[in-house]
């Protein structure tokens, strides 16, 4: 719009302004969702972009915007989509009930590209599928049971769980499989019910293997992931025995007994289980002179004091023996002990002690020694009975009861025994010792510890050195088991044996090179003056390397001829060194120690391979022509011994010539004044040429080619030397050029 102001003077004045009006829109009413709550349901093993449901949101209107979707929260792990368009949600990717069983997504719509706003609130149930099986939290389980519960008493409770709800997580269960019907389990709560009485039963524990399994559609079972409950119900003994007596209830003791005498072993039986089958044994009555003692633990009844038959010959003892059980059951046995006479006089032996000697390795039956004792009791009572008592080796001889004469039942054997002290005795009386002693026998060969000796030397040891102390035991004794030791085989010089000792050393200095190894016998042989006997074993000395030996070449000087254009790399000469020595100590390297100043050359430090480093020239490398060019090597040869020993070699390679240089004159124009008046046969000149060549190549020939037409000179093919051959005319010819080559 354009204004217009004006005043109202006489010449009025007029003044204009431009205003623009600017149409400002009005503000947007947002797309409005048809519902203000969803509520869609998908089951968790629907596939990825499985379609959930449709969501809508309506146009206000007149409006000619589009209405777009997304999802704006409660998706933060990604599991959804929307069709930005359409409104369509499906899944992203396959859904867990187990993990998340309800979804609550936001969505919002927007008009074109506008601020505004609106959401809607999309509640999805995740429906549950019957993909867990039942799973027991424990594999094993252990529980005991009295024998006395009744029938319906509760034993154990198992449970199981599974991940899935509703009837997909609700659990049956089972005994897959049982030992006995002595048991049911009820299959929703998982009780384990005693059905009957294990009052009368022999078996001390069941195992029951139980199983759950969902109600789903199709159920799941423990079984099918190889899970199972084992529960080992363990049977509780009562105590329904008492203990029973299986020992003798009469015994006998002679009265003359030690404090302490073992009398009688008093034993109960109790078939019961543990506390309930522990018997302790009691004395009741009968014992009031403390003339015994029970152990309440053993049973083993002993004297507590020194009897006497003649103050009291029987005792009549009441012993209980009661078990451990809760209430204790017992048993009692009255026990009579006879106390026995014993005879007063004591036989007497006519020595105390009694010694001989007998050989070894004798037949059993050998006569030994006869005792004899002496009893001033009469009738039977003086009868004496002859015995061996108890003792090391006792049962190698056998006494004659009546007549006390000894005699041997087996071979002795001096070196397993060689003093045998046997006690005789006659019955109940005096004991007697015999000191037996058993001569010995040449019946063993020297043993030595290993029936071969392997060992290793190095060969720098000096003469005498101990290299190894054998040692061969016998068990003989005096000169059957003195050894003594000597050499067999052939040593070649290099040891000897202490006869004695049995200690190997060396006679002279050892050569490796000469001679690695050594085998011999060393013979092991006792002193018997009678038969000797002896073993041999075999010794293997191995001589372990020293370095001790330079590196040799088996060529010195090496001479080598190498044309002058050889290539780089080319082999000139192929080197060889020998080192009697072994391993690293005959490993050998070569380099080049002199004469290589320019690196005309190298060499393979393991395979001696000379070879050219850089081009050869024989022209530069020689000093004059006639002399062919040279090197001159000094090649080292070091083993890799510690420490390393070394040698030289020379090597002389001549630079063979190539012909690759013309000849060149002294001076490419001669020029020469010669008298008319010069007689025939005269020297006229001498032309020279000289060639950097060497030998043949260098040996020049010289020929007039050219202006010699009418023969007026002669020149020297070898020399280079031109005489006059015809006489000169100054007015018929004045000058002449000659052409002369060089070849």
């Known amino acids: 719009l354009t204004v217009s102001a004006r005043d109202g003077g006489g010449l009025p004045s007029a003044t204009n302004a431009a205003v623009t009006v600017n149409i400002l829109q009005t503000v947007l009413a947002p797309a409005i969702f048809e519902r203000s709550r969803y509520t869609f349901s998908v089951p968790e093993d629907a596939p990825e972009e499985s379609l959930i449901g449709t969501v809508k949101a309506r146009e206000p209107p007149n409006s000619l915007e589009v209405v777009s979707y997304r999802i704006s929260s409660g998706d933060p792990h990604g599991k959804f989509f929307i069709d930005p368009k359409f409104g369509i949600i499906r899944t992203k990717e396959q859904l867990d009930h187990e993990t998340q069983s309800s979804v609550v997504l936001t969505i919002q719509s927007q008009l074109g590209n506008s601020s505004v706003y609106s959401s809607t609130q999309v509640n999805i149930s995740v429906i ?161 002179n403390k003339a015994f003692v029970l152990d309440k633990i053993t049973g083993l009844l002993t004297t507590a004091q020194f009897l006497d038959r003649e103050i009291q010959e029987r005792y009549s003892l009441t012993v209980m023996a009661l078990d451990d059980g809760s209430p204790a059951l017992s048993a009692t046995q009255v026990l009579t002990i006879v106390v026995l006479d014993v005879n007063d006089e004591t036989p007497m032996f006519t020595k105390q002690r009694y010694e001989t000697a007998v050989r070894e390795n004798e037949a059993p039956g050998e006569f030994v020694i006869k005792v004899e004792a002496v009893d001033r009791d009469a009738g039977l009572n003086s009868l004496l009975w002859y015995e061996i008592l108890p003792g090391t080796g006792y049962e190698k001889f056998k006494m004659n009861s009546s007549s006390g004469e000894l005699v041997t039942t087996a071979s002795l054997d001096r070196e397993t025994q060689e003093i045998f002290s046997i006690k005789g005795s006659p019955s109940r009386s005096s004991t007697a010792q015999l000191y037996l002693t058993v001569l010995d026998e040449n019946d063993h060969s020297p043993l030595f510890a290993k029936t071969r000796y392997q060992i290793s030397v190095t060969e720098d040891l000096e003469e005498g050195s101990v290299i190894l102390d054998l040692y061969a035991a016998d068990e003989d004794d005096g000169l059957n088991g003195e050894v003594v030791y000597s050499l067999i085989d052939n040593t070649f010089g290099a040891f000897a044996i202490n006869s004695v000792t049995g200690s190997i050393v060396t006679t002279k200095a050892l050569d490796r090179e000469t001679k690695s190894q050594y085998t011999f016998r060393v013979v092991a042989s006792d002193c018997s003056t009678h038969l000797p006997r002896s073993t041999t074993v075999s010794v293997v000395v191995h001589i372990d390397d020293v370095n001790d030996n330079d590196p040799v070449f088996l060529q010195n000087p090496i001479r080598a001829f190498v044309p002058a254009e050889t290539p780089v790399n080319e082999t000139v000469a192929t080197v060889f060194a020998t080192d009697l ?159 002369i080559q060089a070849t």
């Open 128 to 288: 549950d599928i019957n993909d867990n099986s039942p799973v027991f939290l424990t594999k094993s389980d252990k529980v005991t049971l009295s024998r006395t519960q009744p029938p319906g008493t509760a034993v154990y409770i198992a449970h199981a769980e599974d991940k899935d709800s509703g009837l997909n997580g609700a659990i049956k269960y089972s005994i897959a499989s049982k030992q006995s019907n002595a048991f049911s389990i009820d299959p929703s709560l998982g009780v384990v019910n005693l059905t009957r009485t294990v009052f009368a039963d022999k078996q001390q524990e069941y195992t029951l293997h139980i199983a759950a399994e969902d109600c789903g559609s199709p159920p799941l079972t423990s079984l099918l992931m190889l899970d199972s409950l084992a529960v080992k119900i363990v049977i509780l003994d009562i105590n329904d025995n008492s203990p029973n007596f299986t020992s003798s209830s009469l015994s006998y003791v002679m009265e003359d007994v030690e404090v302490g005498f073992l009398v009688h072993h008093i034993i109960a039986k109790d078939p019961d289980e543990g506390r309930n089958g522990q018997v302790a044994y009691h004395i009741l009555s009968g014992n009031e």
């Open 581 to 739: 020595d072994s391993g690293l100590n005959g490993e050998i390297e070569y380099s080049i120690l002199s004469g290589n100043e320019n690196a005309t050359f190298l060499i393979d430090s393991a395979r001696g391979i000379l070879a050219i480093n850089t081009g050869l020239d024989h022209e530069n490398t020689s000093s004059y022509r006639e002399t062919a060019a040279s090197h001159h090597l000094v090649l080292l040869a070091s083993d890799c011994g510690t420490p390393s020993l070394n040698s030289t070699a020379t090597v002389l390679i001549t630079v063979l010539d190539v012909n690759d240089n013309a000849p060149v004159f002294s001076s490419p124009e001669y020029h020469i004044h010669v008298k008319e008046s010069t007689p025939i046969g005269s020297h006229v000149t001498e032309v020279s040429a000289n060639d950097c060549d060497a030998g043949t190549n260098a040996e020049i020939t010289y020929t007039i080619i050219s202006g010699n037409d009418r023969g007026h000179f002669r020149l020297d093919e070898k020399t280079g030397s031109m005489d006059l051959m015809k006489k000169l005319d100054y007015e018929d010819t004045v000058k002449f050029t000659l052409i």
